[in-house]
């Protein structure tokens, strides 16, 4: 099977509901918390977090990510934005710049459970680097885990891991002090240009 990977626009609306909120739950991130100071963030409900995502593929150009499809069912999201567009990164104290190039961020992958273990998140990690190629990004950058020779939770891989970003073509350029699952988070960027 292979994945088609497209731009997050309003009218896969409900594809993306399908992907970050299966089941209705107070505590859907609708992965806003990078794009909202935590203040914002903590005072917005889940739905109104959805609705924000909502504005975002409406309005929004760039498309705020990119959703992965396999034969024709949605697999998995991608969120992917100029780093300037995430509020709590670009004040982040754990997650610091490394230069002043005006790099895309990868921040985070969901992929529904019967889509796991094939290859999904590796496609929209490759996708999400197009589609900031298209819109003129010289580099793009992630923020994933070291497993450092164990197995990551999956809940808490949705940074993604370092190996799969070597395997897409990202450089290590420096561990960070933010941790998933107790272990330590690298930026790792793709240069474009």
């Given at each position: 099977m292979s994945l088609e990977v497209r731009p997050a626009t309003a009218e896969l609306w409900?594809?993306?509901r399908q992907v970050l909120q299966p089941k209705k739950s107070a505590h859907?991130?609708?992965c806003m918390a990078w794009r909202l100071s935590t203040g914002d963030y903590g005072r917005l409900t889940a739905d109104e977090r959805g609705e924000h995502l909502r504005?975002?593929?409406e309005k929004a150009d760039p498309p705020p990510g990119v959703l992965g499809f396999m034969d024709g069912e949605v697999a998995g999201w991608c969120n992917v934005a100029p780093r300037r567009q995430l509020d709590r990164l670009t004040s982040s104290k754990t997650i610091t710049p490394v230069d002043d190039l005006p790099v895309w961020s990868v921040t985070c992958?969901?992929?529904r459970k019967e889509f796991r273990g094939k290859g999904v998140a590796s496609g929209l990690l490759e996708g999400a680097v197009e589609h900031a190629?298209?819109?003129g990004a010289p580099?793009?950058?992630g923020y994933p885990v070291d497993p450092e020779g164990g197995r990551?939770?999956?809940t808490l891989a949705y940074v993604g891991t370092m190996d799969m970003f070597e395997r897409a073509g990202?450089?290590?350029v420096h561990r960070t002090e933010a941790k998933s699952d107790k272990r330590h988070r690298w930026v790792m960027r793709r240069d474009l240009v």
């Amino acid at each position: 099977m292979s994945l088609e990977v497209r731009p997050a626009t309003a009218e896969l609306w409900d594809d993306i509901r399908q992907v970050l909120q299966p089941k209705k739950s107070a505590h859907t991130c609708w992965c806003m918390a990078w794009r909202l100071s935590t203040g914002d963030y903590g005072r917005l409900t889940a739905d109104e977090r959805g609705e924000h995502l909502r504005g975002l593929m409406e309005k929004a150009d760039p498309p705020p990510g990119v959703l992965g499809f396999m034969d024709g069912e949605v697999a998995g999201w991608c969120n992917v934005a100029p780093r300037r567009q995430l509020d709590r990164l670009t004040s982040s104290k754990t997650i610091t710049p490394v230069d002043d190039l005006p790099v895309w961020s990868v921040t985070c992958f969901v992929v529904r459970k019967e889509f796991r273990g094939k290859g999904v998140a590796s496609g929209l990690l490759e996708g999400a680097v197009e589609h900031a190629r298209a819109h003129g990004a010289p580099a793009v950058e992630g923020y994933p885990v070291d497993p450092e020779g164990g197995r990551v939770n999956p809940t808490l891989a949705y940074v993604g891991t370092m190996d799969m970003f070597e395997r897409a073509g990202f450089r290590r350029v420096h561990r960070t002090e933010a941790k998933s699952d107790k272990r330590h988070r690298w930026v790792m960027r793709r240069d474009l240009v």
